[in-house]
């Protein structure tokens, strides 16, 4: 279990490595930063001086291992549009963010464990197929198109929520569905495939010999096994969440993580790109990492030699 | 050449009815791509200020002049939903080349070399799945500026990860059978092996993969054009024509729902197909 933890480790801290590097590359693309910063309108001396304030005018290798170091012990640099601080910034966000992705996570699980089990009891049914079409259905469903469209019918018509911003929990709602969408298909097709393997496995069959109650064989024996995979997927698919927020909260106008994200790329504002990329990478890592930790609790043959 | 089938199931009727309905959208699609110049009814960037957001046919004040009505700047609806679908399709199938080859020649190599080679390859899956996609494309589009190619090769160097993980496990499958063995005494060179033994092989399941990728890459493509850095105006993508009319959907939701249930059913006829392909070929897609 230590070296499985400790492989593990390793592969995370590479990980996070490789995309701090590429972050820091990703954001040098543009050429010359002081030039789009400064704007169209800036003199050479401005740029020259941008350049200088900004420390843009070291060796490109110096300005990496100063950001790594900086980051490294948590500082993760200045905005240049924000005036601030760059790891304040993202925990002022974060809240926002998190919650979100927690609301659209539940609301998944919420969703595709009963229409999962259910698909899977009545295999190769009409109901079966009814929910692989709703599995279906969302994997099409474009995000920002359907949180749009709830915008008009719950939001406008029927006003049952409010359309944008992050006053109160009900304004989590509509956001939290159209995250959720795109993590149903994945979640109640694993649950389906996990509960038709677990019940056609002997344990199952050992209980059924035993006469126990079809309620007790499915909830507390099938489920019990496929939940294992579901969980881990889950926290995964958390990770993607978090990430895959920033339309959402564009949509919906919520200030989160993506937003701030979203406002710095129109600014030029690279220290702040740079560190929500790391930081959602690192947050993906760790949820993965979560994961394969708990499937190695729960299943011992995982831990590998 | 010798050519198995991994995992055949068996194939059941309403599948092939919904992999017919998937094959009609995606044909319908095509056509709509191919012969956009010559089917629109009018000049999809032509602007008519006297005829601004006329509403569709079956509404009431709709006539037949304008099928699905005019948007905010009086351009022909239809006209530029048909060219969105070719802006659509374009985008979905070339992000899908350049994204198939890099991850195809990842997954082999890994899944025929194994060892250390493949431990590299395993390591650059997770680090291309802990990337934001959305974030690193809208990134690169706003500093580079928006342009097709550039949106092009940005998603097809950050799709890869599931080409590779198909190719790779497949390739480690079709490695251990016995022809590739046959191949080996019989001489032939690792060229060789890999691309008339093994790739023929493994060929069915990234068939599959690729529909699935076509999709995504035209679901992320709307989005990013949705957000203002994707498609750069007034090409007539689906997701910029949603972002155009939102400040209007309030008042006339048609503006919204047209594109989007168009981009909704292309996405779903893919994904139709590519679940019957998979079915036909008992391919695997998981990852």
Known sequence: ?305 | MSVVSLNAGPKRGWKSVSTWIGAVIVGIAMFCALAAPWIVPYDPFAQDLGKRLVVPFWMEGGSTEHLLGTDQLGRDYLSRLIWGCRISMLIGVTVTVVSGLIGIAIGVLGGFIGGRVDDAVLFAITTRLSIPVVLVALAVVGLLGSSMTLLVLTLGLLLWDRFAVVARSTTMQVRNLDFVAAAWCAGCSRFRILTREVLPNIASHLVVVATLEVALAILLEAALSFLGLGVPPPLPSWGLMIAEAKDYMFFSPWVIVIPGVALFVLVLGINLLGDGLRDLFGARTDT
Not at chain 1, 170 to 198: C, D, E, K
Not at chain 1, 208 to 220: D, H, P, Q, T
Not at chain 1, 243 to 272: C, R, T
Not at chain 1, 279 to 304: K, Q, S
């Open chain 1, 1 to 305: 279990m230590l070296s499985f933890l400790t492989r593990r480790l390793i592969v995370a801290f590479l990980v996070a490595a490789t995309v701090m590097t590429l972050a820091f590359i990703l954001t040098r693309l543009s050429g010359d930063l002081a030039t789009s910063i400064a704007g169209p309108n800036a003199t050479q001396a401005d740029i020259d001086a941008i350049r200088k304030a900004y420390g843009l005018d070291r060796p490109v290798l110096t300005q990496f291992f100063d950001w790594v170091g900086r980051a490294l012990t948590g500082d993760l640099g200045e905005s240049y549009f924000f005036k601030a601080r760059v790891s304040t910034l993202i925990a002022e966000r974060m809240p926002v963010t998190l919650t979100l992705g927690l609301t659209g996570l539940v609301i998944a699980l919420v969703v595709s464990l009963p229409l999962g089990i259910l698909a899977a009891v009545r295999e190769n049914t009409a109901l079966d197929r009814c929910v692989q079409l709703v599995a279906l259905l969302g994997q099409a469903m474009p995000s920002f198109w359907l949180g749009l469209i709830l915008m008009i019918f719950l939001g406008l018509q029927l006003g049952w929520l409010p359309i944008s911003g992050t006053g109160s929990w009900q304004h989590y709602v509509m956001p939290g569905i159209v995250l959720a969408f795109s993590a149903i298909p994945a979640l109640t097709r694993l649950t389906r495939a996990g509960m038709i393997q677990a019940m056609g496995s002997d344990y199952i069959r050992t209980a059924r010999a035993k006469g126990l109650s079809r309620a007790s064989i499915l909830l507390k024996h099938a489920l019990r096994n496929a939940a294992i995979p579901v969980v881990a997927i889950a926290a995964v698919q958390l990770g993607f969440m978090l990430g895959g927020s920033i339309v959402i909260e564009q949509v919906f106008a919520l200030h989160g993580v993506g937003y701030l994200a979203w406002e710095s790329i129109g600014k030029n504002d690279f220290p702040v790109v740079q560190a929500v990329v790391l930081v959602l990478a690192v947050i993906y890592v760790a949820l993965t990492m979560l994961a394969d930790l708990m499937n190695a609790v729960l299943d011992p043959r995982l831990r590998g030699p």
